[in-house]
């Protein structure tokens, strides 16, 4: 069936350093994607999102990328901070009420 | 506001015990609402969601059934949970704007976790 992937399941990055977290999805009719944020034995939060119509979408101190040509998405975390260690998964809305989850990446921040 | 709540926080049941735990959303109308399971370590797995009262989809075969008696409420269910139902339940929402089933992010419960021994 159609899922959302990711290619790192763990990253480790130096406090300050730049985060970069990948995603795959395999529908090409998929519109609209999402990255949450887990802390353990937590729900996850909304990060930030972004449509279809769109490359790239900035908050604050994160920015997604979305290429459609090869059905990848990106989360960048600017200088990243201990708090921000946790998994990070992306999500994929296909416009039929379902929000289907990828597998996830947990991010370490080290000191 | 917009709150949801979900209950209990943990669960630990023998296997062939039955399951029931619930979810409650508040502050908003006609949510669809969503049922995920997380593994240890894993990614989050839809098991059911739902548009409306008793209009619920199933996302996989499982020992599990889901049931919306009112609007917003959203109650996961087991007659008899076995081993492999262990797990983190969560339960989410999404609004409907303007009517309309825009696509939108899912807010989520602080989950469930139950232990069947």
């Known amino acids: 069936g159609e899922s959302v992937g990711l290619h790192l399941p763990t990253l480790s990055v130096q406090e300050g350093d730049n985060s970069i977290i990948n995603c795959a999805y395999s529908?090409?009719?998929?519109?609209?994607f999402i990255w949450y944020k887990q802390e353990s034995g937590k729900g996850p939060q909304f990060i930030i999102d972004i449509r279809s119509n769109m490359d790239k979408r900035q908050g604050q101190r994160v920015t997604v990328l979305l290429n459609k040509t090869v059905k990848h998405l990106s989360l960048q975390i600017a200088a990243t901070q201990p708090g921000d260690s946790a998994v990070y998964f992306c999500a994929e809305n296909k416009a039929t009420d379902k929000l289907i989850f990828g597998t996830g990446t947990r991010l370490q921040v080290f000191p | 506001s917009q709150t949801i709540h979900q209950w209990p926080a943990t669960l630990v049941q023998p296997v062939g015990s039955p399951l029931s735990l619930e979810c409650t959303v508040e502050?908003?109308?006609?949510?669809?609402l969503y049922w995920y399971r997380q593994a240890a370590g894993r990614g989050l797995q839809l098991l059911f969601y739902?548009?409306?009262?008793?209009?619920i989809s199933s996302e996989v075969p499982q020992n599990l059934s889901a049931s919306r008696p009112q609007d917003r409420q959203f109650i996961l269910s087991s007659k008899k949970l076995l081993l492999s139902d262990s797990g983190f339940y969560l339960c989410?929402?999404?609004?409907?704007?303007?009517?309309?089933?825009?696509?939108?992010?899912?807010?989520f419960g602080h989950g469930t976790r139950l232990t069947v021994v």
């Open positions: 989410a929402w999404s609004p409907i704007l303007w009517g309309l089933r825009i696509n939108t992010e899912a807010f």
């Open positions: 529908n090409s009719a998929s519109d609209y």
């Open positions: 739902s548009i409306g009262i008793d209009q």
């Open positions: 502050g908003t109308s006609n949510p669809n």
